[in-house]
T-cell receptor, first 113, second 112 residues
Framework: NAGVTQTPKFRILKIGQSMTLQCAQD?????MYWYRQDPGMGLKLIYY???????DKGEVPNGYNVSRSTTEDFPLRLELAAPSQTSVYFC????????????FGPGTRLTVT | RKEVEQDPGPFNVPEGATVAFNCTYS??????FFWYRQDCRKEPKLLMS???SGNEDGRFTAQLNRASQYISLLIRDSKLSDSATYLC?????????????FGTGTLLAVQP
């Protein structure tokens, strides 16, 4: 099993550009999550999904969109990138709700200049 | 008050030392508690769950005090490889599904 994979590993965007961060898991997990981690801060939940076709906002959803068309994939879309979106983005998955371990991908380091 | 609060450290300890990290949480209804480990520029990984009765995994011992809303992690006989950031994590019962709330982490540096 590859676990949770994320692409790209690094990206530099100009202000106003858009991009999609890819996330895939091969563990047949129902729950998937997107977090951002800023220096000195805890992970903040952006969006999550409890299954294919179902997504919901987390703590910091503004400026982002997600979709979940399959169990395996959970892409995160940034529209009109802003410097405040410079961060490390982690995708995670779990079998069920938060009583179970969350497995994280290796992260995407995004810089918006 | 932050939902999950940790001393950011750094904790600089010599090899072989015993070190303890503490964490407090604000939601008395939280039911699940974890310690995650995050190496520099890597993703978080589950170190251990924390059970009401306390639990041990090798050199690592986790304790939970529900009355004080306090979680601890004790590391005995520290190794160089223990150097990492330790994240205290609790579940959030608000909303349609449970979500995890992460502390900002405590940095441990084990010195030779």
């Amino acid at each position: 099993n590859a676990g949770v994979t994320q692409t790209p590993k690094f990206r530099i965007l100009k202000i106003g550009q858009s991009m999609t961060l890819q996330c895939a898991q091969d563990m047949n997990h129902n729950y998937m999550y997107w977090y951002r981690q800023d220096p000195g801060m805890g992970l903040k939940l952006i969006y999550y999904s409890v299954g294919a076709g179902i997504t919901d906002k987390g703590e910091v959803p503004n400026g982002y969109n997600v979709s979940r068309s399959t169990t395996e994939d959970f892409p995160l879309r940034l529209e009109l990138a802003a410097p405040s979106q410079t961060s490390v983005y982690f995708c995670a998955s779990s079998y069920s709700s938060s009583g179970n371990e969350q497995y994280f991908g290796p992260g995407t380091r995004l810089t918006v200049t | 008050r932050k939902e999950v609060e940790q001393d950011p450290g750094p904790f600089n300890v010599p090899e072989g030392a015993t070190v303890a990290f503490n964490c407090t949480y604000s939601n008395s209804a939280s039911q699940s508690f974890f310690w995650y480990r995050q190496d520099c520029r890597k993703e978080p990984k589950l170190l251990m769950s924390v059970y009401s009765s306390g639990n041990e995994d090798g050199r690592f011992t986790a304790q939970l005090n529900r009355a004080s809303q306090y979680i601890s992690l004790l590391i005995r006989d520290s190794k160089l490889s223990d150097s990492a950031t330790y994240l205290c994590v609790v579940n959030d019962l608000g909303g349609a599904t449970n979500k995890l709330i992460f502390g900002t982490g405590t940095l441990l540096a084990v010195q030779p």
